[in-house]
């Protein structure tokens, strides 16, 4: 089992920065390719980043590329979210996923098998 806990939300103005971090316990993620999903009031959870087992590939939403970046750090076991240009559309709880054994990133999250409980980032306009 791995367990997975977000950190690092928040409330910010648009245009201002926050870094997520997902810290994971349990087994090592140097085998687990990562995910970041987030979830707004009244819609459906969406993908926002993943990155490969080794860090050397990633993939983005198209509405956050250019601002966050997603990262990791296998030696810390965490994964982590760079926020950057924040908007207003980005407020949403943020959650960190893991699946065993893909060496690519993967965007649908019914591929992952680990969830966190997520963390809450708010954007004022």
């Known amino acids: 089992q791995v367990q997975l806990v977000e950190s690092g939300g928040g409330l910010v103005q648009a245009g201002g920065s926050l870094r997520l971090s997902c810290a994971a316990s349990?087994?090592?993620?140097?085998?687990?390719?990562m995910g970041w999903f987030r979830q707004a009031p009244g819609k459906e959870r969406e993908f926002v980043a993943a990155?490969?087992?080794?860090?050397?590939?990633?993939y983005y939403a198209d509405s956050v590329k250019g601002r966050l970046t997603i990262s990791r750090d296998n030696a810390k076991n965490t994964v982590y979210l760079q926020m950057n240009s924040l908007k207003p559309e980005d407020t949403a709880v943020y959650y960190c996923?893991?699946?065993?054994?893909?060496?690519?990133?993967?965007?649908?999250?019914?591929?992952?098998?680990?969830w966190g409980q997520g963390t809450q980032v708010t954007v004022s306009s």
């Open positions: 990155i490969s087992w080794s860090g050397g590939s990633t």
């Open positions: 349990g087994r090592t993620i140097a085998s687990y390719a």
């Open positions: 996923a893991a699946v065993y054994g893909p060496s690519t990133p993967r965007r649908w999250d019914y591929e992952y098998d680990y």
